[in-house]
């Protein structure tokens, strides 16, 4: 099984858009938790403010798991790899478990990815993913790359359509990871997951977050309240039925999607 989805790993705690205190009591929490993977990216402009409160609250190296991603304006080849060494120096440590290319470019994404294959080579990161990338885009990096890809991180939840993402990371063998897992709140709005939480004895949040990880899809949440981050994380100790799956799948068809950052965008 591979590294990103063993353990703890499946339930990542997002750190945008967190910065300063916000940012350092919110994580703290999420340690405190159980949460030991934890995503930033150079768009967040918080790598440093990251790495300093792992250290703050004593986490250890081999105790936690680290993933980032390069923005757009880094994926030529001059900057690739300098933005990931001033990345590392920022989160203070030797290499990324996880380094993603942020969006793909749309026009030609191969000089992004040579620069991740270039990163792994140099030992900057563990392994190498991508993000917001097409079913096609995957077949393509797939197909383009020899170093194996430990996730696609897209936009995934109940009210979202991503059954052609999830056919083509069967077909690729690159896994998906969720951002925007509670849709920024919109699954609030949905009563038949507030009465399938009530049947569980769970919060409408957890069945939704169940839902993504039976689908095989690990999730990446946050917020800045403990009850949340709490609950958020404990939700590995039932299973929805098929029929209640079923149910919750039917809500695709709302096709909501929170981030429309392009055509390019998955």
Known sequence: ???YFRDTHERAFGTWPLKGDELAASMKTAWEVGYRAFDTAQMYENEAEVGATLRGIGAKRDEVFVTTKVGMENFSADRFIPSV???VRALGIDAADVLLVHWPKGDDNRPALEGLVEAHRRGLTRNIGISNYTPAMMREAAAFLDVPIVTN???FHPLLD???MLDASVETGIPLSSYCSVARG???DYPLLGEIAEGYGKTTAQVALRWILQKGVSINTMSTKRKNIAANF???GFTLSTIDMAR???LSKTNHRCVRAGPWAA
Request: no cysteine.
């Open 1 to 3: 099984m591979n590294v």
């Open 85 to 87: 060494e001033a990345s």
């Open 153 to 155: 991180q897209v936009e």
């Open 162 to 164: 991503q059954s052609e």
């Open 186 to 188: 919109a699954i609030f």
């Open 234 to 236: 404990d939700v590995m």
């Open 248 to 250: 919750i799948d039917d």
